[in-house]
């Protein structure tokens, strides 16, 4: 039997999208400049490496490339050169919401231009060509005992799939470097349009007695998740703002940068990210949101339910620091503001659930939270990110299932990794291999006054 993906792809290659068209002009038109930054440029020095970026995470060096987005540590992500607030202003909406077509979001960080509406609905129809998941995924995720973490689940089902590859049959049949992106943007766009599909199965598997809803084709990806899901309005759109604003953070965070080294090996799209949601799935990165919920539940219930004062929150904090742990949705290695992502989040709170006492109690925390971290002393960041607020809207909307958080963030995140390893393909990033060192050598080199360079 052919995997449903080449079946697919039979079925559409009459029918190049506009989109695919659209990235192939974009591709073509970027490769001369990275070919000349290589050829003629590449020896000039952008960086210098220190001895505690070598063992502390490589923070801030740059050496890694990337168009769909950047984060400036005071302004916050720009995805494609526009903010969070310019980005949602300038996509299409879906008729009856406030929010952009996630698939219009797609064409933007694909191509850089802002589709038309046409131009998002011609890549809604695309996904939903491509959308229908192989029957042996559900299969992969019921053998899975029932308490696995959704993240485990979410994995192993994109894993699962490797064997529709169109990457890997071109390149077995043989195929030219400049034609990689072309499977690698297949692939890409196939796992996307099956990803909301699979999140929702094992959610209703998982959390609502194994009653999985079927998708209604006629909505659009945000649409269509809420529906599967089970929730109604306006989930819809909490899930395309909620997809949008996770969707990309330049490329060393760890979901991304897992999925770029691994890309880097020519893996395909289902092996990279697959590895991009293992890293996702850790409590410094797409895990904590999860972690805010339980945390903030515990605020709860440790004072009988009710929102406490200025001073016990304050003390709750201190208590959790001292147990040596982290407050979580608070810090970030690169940003030095609040993550406008919170911001956009907050605003969204603000509008359709102010009363809520769960909103409340996270306006409480951004109060004190900050300074308590500032004088803790250690924190280079003392303000929220992302995941300080994003739960808390979930739990609103009856998504209480707070395992579950970060395969929302999951979905929302492969929009951006995914632009990027096609991207990789199509200018042809090299496999990913720094040069490791001793101990031995650092100790030489810091007695020396630093290593010489030849
Ligand atoms: N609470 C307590 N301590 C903190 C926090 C925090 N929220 N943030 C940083 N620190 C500590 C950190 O553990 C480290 O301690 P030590 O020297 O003992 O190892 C010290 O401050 C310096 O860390 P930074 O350089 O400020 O942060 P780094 O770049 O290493 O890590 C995070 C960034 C985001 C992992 C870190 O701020 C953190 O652990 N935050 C809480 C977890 C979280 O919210 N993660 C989500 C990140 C966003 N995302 O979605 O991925
Ligand atoms: C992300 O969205 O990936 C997180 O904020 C972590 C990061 O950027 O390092």
Redesign the pocket.
Known sequence: MAPVAEKADERRSANVSTLKAKLLEKILAHRPRTTKLVKEQGKIVIDQVTIDQCIGGARDIRSLVTDISY?DPQEGIRFRGKTIPETFAALPKVPGSEYPYVEGFWYFLMTGDVPTKEEALAVAEDFKSRAAVPRYVFDVLRAMPRDTHPMTMFSAAILSMQRESLFVKRYNEGMKKTEYWDPMYEDCTNIMARLPEIAAYIYRMKYKGDTPIASNPKLDLGGNFAHMMGFPKPYDDVARMYFIL?SD?ES??V??HATHLVASALSDAYYSLSAGINGLAGPL?GLANQEVLSWIQDVFKQLGGKLPTEEELKKFLWDTLNSGKVIPGYG???LRKTDPRYTSQMEFCQKFLPDYPMFKLVNMIYKVAPDILREHGKAKNPWP??DAQSGVIQWYYGLTEYDFYTVLFGVGRALGVLANITWDRALGYALERPKSVTTDMLEKWAAEGGRKLA
Do not use: F, I, M, P
Request: proline share 0%.
């Open positions: 984060l996770h953070h060393g965070n979901s991304a990165h970030h290695a690169v990110n992302v």
